[in-house]
C-alpha cells in the first residue's frame, strides 16, 4: 500500500526487466476500483486503449525505452471505503518496430451508426 492525499500527484514507474535492449514498454490500459477483485462494474479508466481519460495524466520522460513514467491525481471513489485499487495493462514490443502496439499510440474507437 501506498499513502497519498486526495488531489496530490501519484507518481507511477513501471519496467520490464529483460536483457535484452531492443525491448520498449507501452502503457495501453490503466483503471482504478475501490476493490482489488472487480475492475469492470465500478471502475475509473485513467488510460484506455492508449488514450489519457484522466484530465490529469501525465507523462514523464525516461531516459530507457523499457521504463515508463506517468502521474495522475490521487483520488477516492464516492461512498466507498478511503482505498483504490489500481490495475494497469502493459505491452512489450521490438523497439523501432513502427507497427507494433507501441508506435500506434491512441486507438479511438469509432462510434457506430444507428440504423434507422
Request: proline share 6%.
Amino acid at each position: 500500500p501506498y499513502r497519498v492525499g486526495i488531489n496530490q500527484n501519484l507518481f507511477l514507474e513501471a519496467s520490464l526487466h529483460s536483457s535484452d535492449p531492443s525491448l520498449e514498454l507501452f502503457l495501453d490500459t490503466c483503471v482504478a476500483s475501490p476493490t482489488r477483485h472487480n475492475f469492470t462494474t465500478k471502475s475509473y479508466p485513467i488510460i484506455k486503449n492508449g488514450c489519457a481519460k484522466d484530465p490529469t495524466y501525465a507523462t514523464y520522460y525516461s531516459p530507457f525505452r523499457h521504463t515508463l513514467r506517468f502521474k495522475f491525481n490521487a483520488f477516492q471513489f464516492i461512498q466507498s471505503n478511503p482505498e483504490v485499487y489500481l490495475q494497469c495493462e502493459l505491452v512489450v514490443c521490438r523497439a523501432y518496430d513502427y507497427s507494433s502496439r507501441c508506435y500506434q499510440g491512441c486507438l479511438q474507437r469509432s462510434k457506430r451508426e444507428a440504423s434507422s
